[in-house]
């Protein structure tokens, strides 16, 4: 291993460099003076008294390799002459960065078993298709994904590997925010959507960072914030690629201009998803098809959304006009593919589609099986679009109806039963 014979002021700070100290540290972590490491900054050919060279030769003794790695580096650069003349030091400058380059970390870290990141891809896909699932069980089930990819991460540092693990931390982080949310922890699904379009971004995965700012701009919709949805629509249309990703963001887009009374925009914007539609059927989408489940958009989900920003214009004919095309879709899967909470969130919404167009009864009888749906499958998507349909049986001319305020009456039992209720 190359030592150092004799201390200087220079070989003292570049260890220090190495090290990455302020003088402040570097002088406690020694135990000496601060004002000394500065004299030596500001001498760099002084050579340190006794004391101080044992306590150089000791500091070197116990740095980590990466350190002393670095120290060795930053000597090797210095020209054969100058280390020569610096007062009897022996480094071989040559042997450290021999040393350094055949040791890199880069080089010396183990490749991970290629079937952990496989299992790790297979087990995200199963649960991003697992529309049955309770909440609270898809949010543990990403959580324990996310662990297992972040714990992989630490063994490698292969970009390939590495980029297929930040997918999977990014997939996970996704479907974390969207139960999260689900859970009635707003915030938490906040920030598990900008750490989900962090690690899109880090693993150059175009398509599910386009996603991570779709859901964003889902969440701030709900929040009744469609100026920051449009916003993140913005930096997304950047990111994203053509066929389906854009083709989604703008039907999520189409909510925010209703929040915001723009009717005009919203016809455009759904315009200009058919010619997405187009793209897509060209050019199918990776993370849609690979994956699938929560991470694709499809017929459904598209009307849905449709369905929603119509809502919001109270143009009852248009919206259930579209929920209804989103149910026939849904209604078409195998059950066990089945989304629940879509497809009882598209009936509220053609309840609510049938008030506006004055039948109370076809709004009750869409808000049948909701009604009945037992405590574990209810969350704040189906609560929030609920208390919408109260909202509207108190206004005219449903106030004053005996039918009209009984069906309020049940939706009240309902939201109650369920706010009583622990989400997480």
């Known amino acids: 291993m190359a030592t150092v014979d004799r201390w200087t002021g220079n070989l003292a700070c570049s260890l220090q460099a190495a090290a990455g100290m302020t003088n402040e540290v570097f002088a406690g972590w020694l135990g000496i003076a601060t004002r000394t490491v500065a004299y030596w900054h500001s001498r760099p050919e002084t050579v340190p008294g006794n004391a101080n060279q044992d306590l150089l030769d000791t500091a070197l003794g116990r740095v980590s390799d990466s350190v002393r790695s670095r120290f060795f580096e930053i000597l090797s650069r210095v020209q054969p002459e100058g280390i020569a003349g610096s007062r009897g030091i022996v480094v071989d400058a040559v042997s450290a960065a021999a040393d350094l380059i055949a040791n890199d970390p880069l080089l010396t870290s183990l490749a991970l078993p290629h079937d952990s990141i496989e299992s790790l891809q297979e087990d995200v896909t199963l649960l991003a298709r697992s529309g049955g699932m309770a909440a609270f069980d898809m949010f543990s089930g990403a959580r324990r994904l996310r662990d297992e990819a972040r714990a992989l991460v630490e063994r490698t540092r292969r970009p390939g590997e590495l980029a297929d693990l930040y997918v999977v931390i990014g997939q996970s982080a996704s479907l974390m925010a969207s139960t999260a949310f689900d859970l009635g922890h707003w915030n938490d699904s906040a920030a598990l959507a900008r750490a989900s379009t962090q690690y899109a971004d880090l693993a150059g995965h175009a398509s599910l960072k386009a996603w991570t700012y779709g859901l964003q701009m889902t969440l701030a919709n709900w929040r009744n914030e469609p100026d920051s949805a449009l916003s993140y629509f913005a930096r997304a249309m950047r990111a994203a690629p053509d066929g389906e990703p854009r083709l989604r963001l703008r039907y999520i887009a189409s909510r925010s201009h209703a929040l915001l009374a723009d009717s005009a925009s919203v016809a455009a914007v759904l315009e200009a998803a058919q010619r997405d539609r187009e793209s897509a059927a060209e050019r199918p989408d990776e993370l849609a098809t690979s994956t699938g489940g929560e991470f694709a958009f ?60 004055r039948d109370k009864d076809g709004a009750a009888e869409a808000l049948r099986t909701v009604l009945e749906l037992p405590p574990e499958k209810r969350n704040v998507s189906l609560t929030g679009r609920l208390s919408r349909i109260e909202r509207l049986l108190s206004e005219s001319p449903w106030s004053s109806d005996v039918d009209a305020r009984q069906l309020a009456e049940r939706i009240s039992v309902w939201l109650s039963e369920t706010s009583a209720r622990p989400l997480a």
């Open 298 to 357: 499809g017929e459904a989900r598209a009307a849905a959304c449709a369905a929603a920003a119509w809502l919001d214009l109270r143009n009852g004919e248009q919206a259930a006009r579209y929920a209804r095309e989103a149910l026939q879709v849904y209604e078409a899967l195998p059950s066990p593919r089945r989304p629940y909470s879509q497809i009882n969130g598209t009936q509220i919404d053609v309840a609510a589609a049938h008030l506006h167009m």
